[in-house]
């Protein structure tokens, strides 16, 4: 069965919290000059009042700082306590080439360092302590979540917490190892305006959460999803079972990663040629990140999060695969099938 976007027209405007009322100051009118041409003064107003809350500094992430920042959002608040290792030195652009500059500072202080050289007019600033800690009233004060190579449990409880929020926040996770990445989008119930020619229709999706998604029985996907989808899931479900934070994993474990593989999909009644073995030897060799599909991924997230704040364009549901391998990248919309009611 093929599961495709639930989209339906309506008269109601695209639902944000801000107040409409607020205007983009001289200064952000004659900074972001150019932008405004492309997406238009109201996108920019609704970008220069977000507030966006991100965790995980690594190379992905930092590229859709870079991103964001240009572009102009209200807030970037960083989390992210671990100290420079030689990976993120290899991976992270934002960090400074001098070694002495990063004692005694934690990977989120390093990149808000640089980070605020970008735009001065964009508030970056740290967040200390264990995401998974935070309460759900940490989470109202934001309109995007973006996390990064998180386990599976922390995966699914942030995604939990921002839906229990009286208003919408919009929640992303990314991951890129090696020369894969996968971006999640969870929307909840999104209005946004769709231009076609000289009309404008108000539209509507209704998106899944990563819980929701993820439970979606494999059977019932159609048969050309993407193998990254599963590969990327018997990885997450490995990690857990043993125990692993996100990349603690090496070429010893593939055993055992073919082994749990071959078991989920005989319980999920999946033909084990839809995750090749090859690509999960990739994946459990190349758990660092190459600089170029950070890039890209990087900017896809990007793109979507400015989308998805500004209400102008068609937004990403729900799952976005890119391998270099093959330079393809691939929208995935990974929803029950059954109607809920």
């Given at each position: 069965?093929?599961?495709?976007?639930?989209?339906k027209?309506?008269l109601?405007?695209?639902?944000?919290?801000?107040?409409?009322g607020?205007?983009l100051?001289?200064?952000?009118?004659?900074?972001?000059?150019?932008?405004?041409?492309v997406w238009?003064?109201?996108?920019q107003?609704?970008?220069?009042k977000?507030?966006?809350?991100?965790y995980?500094?690594?190379?992905?992430i930092?590229?859709?700082c870079?991103?964001i920042?240009?572009?102009g959002?209200?807030?970037?608040t960083?989390v992210?306590?671990?100290?420079?290792?030689e990976?993120a030195?290899?991976?992270n652009?934002?960090?400074?080439?001098?070694?002495?500059?990063c004692?005694?500072?934690?990977?989120a202080?390093?990149?808000?360092?640089?980070?605020?050289?970008?735009?001065?007019?964009?508030?970056?600033s740290?967040?200390?302590?264990?995401?998974?800690?935070?309460?759900?009233e940490?989470?109202?004060?934001?309109?995007?979540v973006?996390?990064?190579?998180?386990?599976?449990?922390?995966k699914?409880?942030?995604?939990?917490?921002?839906r229990?929020?009286?208003?919408?926040?919009?929640f992303y996770?990314?991951?890129?190892r090696?020369?894969?990445?996968e971006?999640?989008?969870?929307?909840?119930?999104?209005?946004?305006?769709?231009k076609?020619?000289?009309?404008?229709?108000?539209?509507e999706?209704?998106?899944?959460?990563?819980?929701?998604?993820?439970?979606?029985?494999?059977?019932?996907?159609?048969?050309r999803?993407?193998?990254?989808?599963?590969?990327?899931?018997?990885?997450?479900?490995?990690?857990?079972?043993?125990?692993?934070?996100?990349?603690?994993?090496c070429?010893e474990?593939?055993?055992?990663v073919?082994?749990?593989?071959?078991?989920?999909?005989e319980?999920q009644s999946?033909?084990?040629?839809h995750?090749?073995?090859?690509?999960?030897e990739?994946?459990v060799t190349?758990?660092?990140?190459?600089?170029?599909?950070?890039?890209?991924?990087?900017?896809?997230?990007?793109?979507e999060v400015?989308?998805?704040?500004?209400?102008k364009?068609?937004p990403?549901?729900?799952f976005?695969?890119?391998?270099?391998?093959?330079?393809?990248?691939i929208?995935?919309?990974i929803?029950?099938?059954?109607?809920?009611?």
């Amino acid at each position: 069965m093929e599961i495709t976007s639930v989209m339906k027209c309506c008269l109601k405007p695209n639902i944000y919290h801000q107040d409409p009322g607020e205007e983009l100051t001289e200064q952000e009118t004659a900074l972001y000059d150019r932008q405004i041409r492309v997406w238009g003064a109201d996108a920019q107003r609704r970008l220069s009042k977000s507030h966006i809350l991100v965790y995980g500094m690594k190379g992905t992430i930092t590229e859709f700082c870079k991103n964001i920042v240009l572009a102009g959002v209200g807030s970037l608040t960083l989390v992210d306590d671990r100290a420079v290792t030689e990976e993120a030195l290899s991976a992270n652009f934002l960090m400074p080439p001098d070694e002495n500059v990063c004692s005694g500072k934690t990977l989120a202080e390093l990149c808000r360092d640089s980070l605020n050289e970008f735009n001065p007019m964009v508030r970056v600033s740290v967040e200390k302590g264990d995401l998974t800690s935070f309460g759900v009233e940490f989470f109202d004060k934001f309109d995007v979540v973006v996390i990064s190579f998180c386990s599976l449990a922390t995966k699914k409880l942030i995604n939990e917490r921002c839906r229990k929020l009286s208003k919408r926040v919009s929640f992303y996770t990314v991951d890129c190892r090696d020369c894969c990445g996968e971006i999640f989008v969870d929307l909840q119930k999104y209005n946004y305006a769709m231009k076609k020619l000289d009309e404008t229709t108000e539209c509507e999706l209704q998106y899944p959460s990563f819980q929701e998604a993820i439970s979606v029985p494999w059977r019932s996907l159609p048969r050309r999803v993407s193998k990254l989808y599963f590969a990327m899931r018997v990885i997450e479900r490995f990690e857990e079972a043993e125990g692993r934070k996100p990349g603690e994993i090496c070429i010893e474990d593939l055993p055992a990663v073919l082994k749990l593989k071959k078991e989920i999909c005989e319980a999920q009644s999946l033909n084990e040629s839809h995750i090749p073995n090859a690509l999960l030897e990739r994946l459990v060799t190349g758990t660092r990140e190459f600089p170029p599909v950070c890039a890209i991924i990087g900017g896809i997230l990007g793109q979507e999060v400015i989308k998805a704040i500004s209400g102008k364009g068609d937004p990403l549901k729900n799952f976005f695969y890119f391998d270099s391998v093959d330079g393809k990248g691939i929208i995935e919309d990974i929803s029950d099938p059954t109607p809920k009611g």
